[in-house]
């Protein structure tokens, strides 16, 4: 079945720039979906199809897709990103919604 | 506005059956693919299954497949998942999930309701 790679953990200082990858074998062939989730609080998707942001979601969220990395990318990070991220994406050779195991973005 | 609310978790024994519901409103719940997603306490998220708008397909994951059915009433707005045989596993947060895209098989998940706790306890 098709697995998902995100680091556990990734820090970043507030202003500065967190990068938040998922892997996957030929990743750039599928549609990558991001969530943040917040303690108690359901996931929100913050990405769809790899750089598409939803309304709401402030510009400083950015996606790309590429090769074998899925890459969220947060810029001037604030306080309030801090949240468990997850990718997602669907796996039609097994007909699974398959996410990745989260990263945890904390903000110094 | 988009709501989903769950309901049905609580405490149950193992072996046990159990029918969670999704009661939605604020859109067009016969246009959109729906899902159930599961999240055990401390752990991340996991996809449990999905059902076509109209109800003709459904998929689901390996770790409940014969277990437990996903199926919808798009005259109650209503999504349910009943889940027989429970096991200590299965124990977590249940939410139910709108696709993102009408009428469009599996994509990403726009909105999600609030979660029902489930607890499998002898």
């Known amino acids: 079945s098709y697995v998902l790679t995100q680091p556990p953990s990734v820090s970043v200082a507030p202003g500065k720039t967190a990068r938040i990858t998922c892997g996957g074998n030929?990743?750039?062939?599928?549609?990558v979906h991001w969530y943040h989730q917040k303690p108690g609080q359901a996931p929100v998707v913050v990405m769809y199809?790899?750089?598409d942001r939803p309304s709401g979601i402030p510009e400083r969220f950015s996606g790309s897709n590429s090769g074998n990395t899925a890459t969220l990318t947060i810029s001037r990070v604030e306080a309030g990103d801090e949240a468990d991220y997850y990718c997602?994406?669907?796996?039609?050779?097994?007909?699974?919604?398959?996410f990745g195991a989260g990263t945890k973005l904390t903000v110094l | 506005q988009v709501q989903l609310v769950e309901s049905g978790g609580g405490v149950v024994q193992p072996g046990r059956s159990l029918r969670l519901s999704c009661v939605t409103s604020?859109?067009?719940?016969?246009?959109?693919?729906m899902h159930w997603v599961r999240q055990a306490p401390g752990k991340g998220l996991e996809w449990v299954a999905v059902i076509w708008f109209d109800g003709r397909i459904q998929y689901y994951a390996d770790s409940v497949k014969g277990r437990f059915t996903i199926s919808r009433d798009n005259s109650k707005n209503t999504l349910y998942l009943q889940m027989n045989s429970l096991r200590a596993e299965d124990t977590a947060v249940y939410y139910c999930a709108r696709d993102g895209i009408t009428f469009g098989g599996v994509n990403y998940f726009d909105y999600w309701g609030q979660g029902t706790l489930v607890t499998l306890s002898s």
């Open positions: 199809y790899d750089n």
């Open positions: 604020g859109f067009t719940f016969s246009s959109y693919g």
């Open positions: 030929n990743i750039e062939n599928k549609g």
């Open positions: 997602q994406v669907w796996d039609s050779s097994s007909d699974h919604v398959v």
